[in-house]
């Protein structure tokens, strides 16, 4: 076959196809404009069955909003449950546990004697002290508490707690003085105490031995 011939036959080919597929663009555009077109209808259909329409009218009441209840502090509650059971009453007395002599001093159930001559004679050094002088009754309970906790923390055996001889008291009575001992007497952290010496303090002050940390 000739070339020219060959060309002509591939152009025919070439324009069948291209009338082919324009045929098929033709056709898919005329599909999607007769679904817009029904779906047009439809939508107006709808809207004159439903006639007009208007936005509903919110209800006229308030909506109360609960409060949630607040989180509880477990930290600060296991706090107030240790100060509950390390809270020092003013009922227990141990005068009938003191030793009967000049010292008047103590010492825990299970402790020899040979400490508290120890602690009378100064054998242990005195490492720290607080002094309660001036304060009430419930500030000097609160103080002792807070300064024991601590010297355990801080490894201190040997303290000294200043309770005054009651001179500056209403009728000169050392009340203070006795309420020390009997707090005293209620720590675990406290093995033994006894008035200090003359130098330490004497009768004004007691020398408190503590329970290693």
């Keep these: 076959m000739p070339a020219s011939l060959k060309d002509f036959a591939g152009l025919k080919s070439l324009q069948k196809d291209l009338k082919t597929r ?29 006639g007009e329409v208007a936005p509903l009218t919110p209800p006229d009441k308030i909506t109360v909003m609960t409060p949630r209840p607040l989180p509880i502090a477990r930290q600060h509650l296991a706090d ?18 003191l030793d009967t002599d000049e010292a ?4 825990r159930k299970g402790i020899g004697s040979d400490v508290v001559r ?38 201190l055996r040997c303290v000294r707690i200043i309770h005054g001889k009651g ?11 006795h309420k020390v001992r009997n707090w005293l007497a209620q720590k675990d952290e406290v ?3 006894c008035q200090a010496r003359a130098a330490d303090g004497g009768a004004g002050a007691l020398v408190v031995l503590l329970r290693a940390s």
């Design 167 to 177: 001179l500056g008291s209403v009728n000169k009575e050392p009340v203070l003085k």
């Design 104 to 107: 008047l001093s103590y010492a």
């Design 191 to 193: 093995i033994a105490f």
């Design 80 to 97: 107030e449950q240790a100060a509950l059971c390390e809270s020092l009453s003013d009922e227990f007395t141990i005068d009938t546990l």
């Design 22 to 50: 324009e045929e098929a663009r033709q056709a898919t555009e005329a599909k999607r404009l007769q679904a817009e077109k029904t779906a047009q209808l439809e939508a107006d259909l709808f809207r004159r069955s439903i």
């Design 118 to 155: 120890k602690l009378r004679r100064g054998h242990w050094l005195i490492q720290s002290q607080l002094d309660l002088h001036g304060m009430r009754t419930d500030e000097a309970r609160e103080a002792l508490s807070e300064y024991l906790r601590t010297a355990i923390k801080r490894g």
